[in-house]
């Protein structure tokens, strides 16, 4: 139901529409019901009960973990870094500590957005540290091996 109210001469009136259907309308005029024809005929509208809504329940919530900043992989050995050149997930470490590589010998591979990539050696020597291993995470720039 719509309720206006309108000043005709100076007079208040306060008019409802209950219902209207076609040229038909059924009104309350100040409280008193009439039923008018219109001019025009409009489409059937039906009078909306009103709707009851709940207010929304608390929901408990758990109090805020403090932030732990991440701790390292593995203490980084000496010499040569190599290091990650994009962030991605390691697929494969293919050296171990001691190992003997050559210059441009893959050490690890990494995959980021959705493509494999061989990370080289950089230099010819003996692996000191692996600090990452399979399945690790890590970002441009995070030591992956050092070679010495």
Do not use: C, W
């Amino acid at each position: 139901m719509n309720t206006y109210k309108y000043t005709v001469n100076g007079r208040d009136y306060t008019v409802d529409i209950e219902e209207i259907d076609g040229s038909e309308a059924k009104v309350s005029v100040n409280g008193r019901p009439f039923t008018i024809e219109l001019k025009k005929p409009m489409r059937k509208t039906v009078a909306h009960k009103p709707v009851h809504v709940e207010a929304p329940k608390p929901v408990a919530v758990a109090p805020a973990q403090p932030v732990v900043a991440p701790q390292p992989k593995k203490n980084v050995g000496s010499g040569s870094k190599v290091v990650s050149p994009l962030p991605g997930t390691i697929v494969d470490v293919l050296v171990k500590e001691g190992d003997t590589v050559n210059q441009g010998d893959t050490v690890v591979i990494l995959e980021a957005m959705k493509m494999q990539n061989s990370i080289e050696a950089d230099v010819a020597g003996t692996i000191t540290s692996v600090v990452v291993k399979q399945g690790d995470t890590v970002m441009e720039g995070e030591v992956l091996v050092t070679i010495e």
